[in-house]
């Protein structure tokens, strides 16, 4: 079983393409459950569960942090954790602090992998989407890299394949603990006079925290930073502070939003 949160498509597609290859069922959590997850009650019948996500701060979104914490599992002595994350460039050290949460909830681990696939983070000075040509080459590397992750899961050896980056601890432990003490705050989200109301970032917020209020989107409770209003809206009026001003747009081409 793929358990998968996605924000912009990424890791969807990561996830659908291995469970092609390798058989898993992938499931996606609904808004719900993802904002209790202590109401998850977890079945694993193959004793195999490959946590897939996209790595935001060098370390794990917020809401698969908190499913991690607070689910259940059913018969979890026979189950194995494996982790396949997608990335800009590189992931730090968010595989071991997978890791670490995994065995507090005392699961087995297995193996990590990271793919790297198009940028979409734009909430911080001097990041920004990739030009079309290198988002594209992820694109198509995508497919050969998750044939090989599938290969070394079907194998059943223990690995550990991921890009760490430079100064990987201070990427996951200094500006990680920024990220996510200052940059997952929900008031520096607005959207200007060019939004139309339409609903359409209402409707595909993964954690159901978005509502229409006098006619523009209001942001409220809990939120992941997966940034997918931001990208899905065509008026590109959902705005993060200044921090987002004059950056791109990205959706992985696959992704299917609700209209």
Same mark, same amino acid.
């Not at 092609?20 to 977890?42: A, S």
């Not at 908190?66 to 599992?73: F, G, L, S």
């Not at 290969?151 to 990220?179: H, M, Q």
């Not at 997952?184 to 509502?211: E, Q, Y």
């Given at each position: 079983?793929?358990?998968?949160?996605?924000?912009?498509?990424?890791?969807?597609?990561?996830?659908?393409?291995?469970?092609g290859?390798?058989?898993?069922?992938?499931?996606?959590?609904?808004?719900?459950?993802?904002?209790?997850?202590?109401?998850?009650?977890l079945a694993?019948?193959?004793?195999r569960?490959?946590?897939?996500?996209p790595? !935001?701060?060098?370390?794990?979104?917020?809401?698969?942090?908190?499913?991690?914490?607070?689910m259940?599992?059913?018969?979890?002595?026979d189950?194995?954790h !494996?982790?396949?994350?997608?990335?800009?460039?590189?992931?730090?050290c968010?595989?071991?602090?997978?890791?670490?949460e995994?065995?507090?909830?005392?699961?087995?681990?297995?193996?990590?992998?990271?793919?790297?696939?198009?940028?979409?983070?734009?909430?911080?000075?001097?990041?920004d989407?990739?030009?079309p040509?290198?988002?594209?080459?992820?694109?198509?590397?995508?497919?050969?890299?998750?044939?090989?992750?599938?290969?070394?899961?079907?194998s059943g050896?223990?690995?550990?394949?991921?890009?760490r980056?430079?100064?990987?601890r201070?990427?996951?432990?200094?500006?990680?603990?920024?990220?996510?003490?200052?940059?997952?705050?929900?008031?520096?989200?607005?959207?200007?006079?060019?939004?139309?109301g339409?609903?359409?970032?209402?409707?595909?917020?993964?954690?159901?925290?978005?509502?229409?209020?006098?006619?523009?989107?209001?942001?409220?409770?809990?939120c992941?930073?997966?940034?997918?209003?931001?990208?899905?809206?065509?008026? !590109?009026?959902?705005?993060y502070?200044?921090?987002?001003?004059?950056?791109?747009?990205?959706?992985?081409?696959?992704?299917q939003?609700?209209?």
């Amino acid at each position: 079983m793929i358990i998968c949160f996605s924000g912009t498509g990424n890791t969807r597609s990561v996830a659908d393409y291995l469970s092609g290859v390798i058989g898993d069922d992938v499931l996606r959590l609904p808004p719900g459950l993802m904002r209790e997850p202590e109401k998850i009650r977890l079945a694993v019948p193959d004793g195999r569960l490959i946590w897939a996500f996209p790595v !935001h701060g060098w370390g794990l979104p917020l809401t698969v942090d908190n499913v991690i914490r607070k689910m259940r599992i059913l018969a979890h002595a026979d189950v194995v954790h !494996h982790m396949v994350c997608s990335c800009g460039d590189d992931i730090g050290c968010a595989d071991k602090v997978w890791r670490s949460e995994i065995a507090a909830r005392g699961w087995r681990t297995g193996s990590v992998f990271s793919v790297q696939m198009p940028n979409n983070y734009v909430a911080f000075p001097g990041f920004d989407v990739d030009a079309p040509e290198l988002m594209q080459a992820k694109l198509d590397k995508m497919p050969e890299r998750v044939d090989a992750i599938a290969a070394a899961l079907e194998s059943g050896i223990d690995a550990t394949d991921v890009v760490r980056g430079s100064f990987p601890r201070i990427k996951t432990y200094v500006i990680g603990w920024y990220f996510r003490r200052f940059l997952t705050r929900i008031k520096p989200f607005h959207a200007d006079d060019s939004c139309t109301g339409c609903g359409k970032c209402v409707r595909n917020c993964p954690l159901g925290c978005i509502d229409i209020v006098d006619g523009k989107p209001r942001w409220s409770g809990q939120c992941t930073m997966c940034l997918r209003c931001y990208h899905l809206c065509r008026q !590109h009026a959902v705005r993060y502070g200044k921090s987002t001003d004059g950056k791109g747009q990205y959706l992985h081409p696959d992704y299917q939003l609700l209209k």
